[in-house]
């Protein structure tokens, strides 16, 4: 990463905060020199509180950290982006976001990491974990058995019904990446290069 010009602002610098998984702003903070290298050395967020004077640790009273994922630096050297994995609500109310945001997008990133994490955690009352454990062949015999269910219900007017048969073929579609020792990101990355070479 380039130098972090503190100068600009008198020592601190404005950091934008988004979740890495879903990409919705969290909240905006500041940091100085110190915050900024205890943020590197501990992987979890830490402000400079112009109200208190002190280093911050975002979760420090209650637990929801601010898991460092990826640091970027703007253009002109004095902003900050940081991509976090919250561990929690990350406003002060108790809500997702400080904007009052209602955000929907973006939530396969975080259900794909849940699946991670229940899979990891070898859970075994985790119905993830159970099917995971059967093996691939198994999932893709799920996966196929919704897609199925999907067809059939686009045939009939009952949208809920629909809805939910989307809802669990994208489900167990992550799931089957997961087998397949792969991410939908990499999947993404097949359908924009796609895009960029249908119009070129």
């Given at each position: 990463m380039k130098k972090i010009n503190f100068e600009k602002g008198n020592g601190l610098v404005p950091v934008i905060i988004q979740n890495a998984y879903n990409e919705q702003v969290l909240m905006l903070g500041f940091m100085n020199e110190e915050a900024y290298q205890k943020t590197m050395d501990e992987k979890k967020v830490t402000f400079?509180?112009?109200?208190?004077?002190?280093l911050w640790t975002k979760?420090?009273?209650?637990?929801?950290?601010?898991?460092?994922?990826?640091?970027?630096?703007?253009?002109?050297?004095d902003t900050l982006l940081i991509k976090v994995e919250p561990q929690g609500p990350t406003c002060h109310r108790g809500t997702v976001s400080c904007f009052d945001e209602e955000y929907e997008k973006g939530f396969l990133y975080e259900l794909q990491t849940i699946q991670n994490r229940r899979i990891e955690e070898k859970n075994s009352?985790?119905?993830?974990y159970q099917l995971y454990q059967k093996g691939?062949?198994?999932?893709?015999?799920?996966?196929?058995?919704?897609?199925v269910e999907l067809v059939l219900e686009?045939?009939?007017?009952?949208?809920?019904?629909f809805k939910n048969e989307a809802a669990d073929l994208l489900y167990h579609f992550l799931l089957l990446l997961k087998a397949k020792?792969?991410?939908?990101?990499?999947?993404?990355?097949?359908?924009?290069?796609?895009?960029?070479?249908?119009?070129?």
């Open positions: 400079y509180s112009r109200s208190k004077n002190r979760g420090e009273t209650t637990g929801h950290y601010l898991i460092v994922k990826e640091i970027y630096l703007d253009c002109d050297e009352e985790s119905y993830t691939i062949n198994k999932i893709a015999q799920k996966v196929g058995e919704e897609a686009a045939k009939d007017n009952n949208i809920e019904l020792g792969l991410e939908l990101e990499d999947i993404e990355k097949i359908l924009k290069q796609r895009h960029q070479e249908a119009h070129t």
